[in-house]
């Protein structure tokens, strides 16, 4: 399905970059490495898997997989929503967390499917965790009327205000861990670690 998908759209590697005999075989074979590796596949490791003559052909094998899988007018998430932020960015000393230097803020949103399961996520990132920033963020991904369950931080009332139930699972004053709180977006974002350092 996707390599259809990938010649239908035009998305598919033209001639150019690969040889004749070779399309149809590193095409697939570049797929099958993008889709089993969770930890992301560098360009680096399929030029040589492949025997590419340049980094520069893998690079764009991987960004054309990469941009197919974006998908435009996707419907909103719905019912109820697992909402945090973490910070994407390489291993520094210092301060973790909120305010962690030279990393970037993404804000991640989880369906939680009855009884269990999970279901659609989104992603975006964003400069600050501020009302206004996260109210934009649902507004854009989360259908109105659905339940966002948060991590109790302070921007989350006035972001969902009039719009989403709020129901705050309080870090801090539990006792325990944040992933054991809100498991759906600790999971993504593991994922979501991993795959980045595997890519980099």
Known sequence: MALLYLHREGLAHHRNYLPRHSDSYDLVVSAWEFCVDKGGVLALTLKR????G??????TMLHRYRSAMMLSGVDKLSG???VDETFLGGVRPGKRGRGALGKVMVIIAVELKEP??????RMRV???ARGETIKQF???NVELGSTIV???HRSYPPATRGNYVNVAHAVKPSGKQAHTMLPAVHRVASLLKRWFLGTN
Not at 49 to 52: H, P, T
Not at 54 to 59: G, I, K
């Open 49 to 52: 898997r492949l025997g590419l």
């Open 54 to 59: 340049s980094y520069e052909t893998a690079w």
């Open 80 to 82: 109820t929503v697992e």
């Open 116 to 121: 269990r399961g999970y279901g659609r996520t």
């Open 126 to 128: 964003i400069p600050n």
């Open 138 to 140: 649902l507004l854009d």
């Open 150 to 152: 948060s991590d109790g």
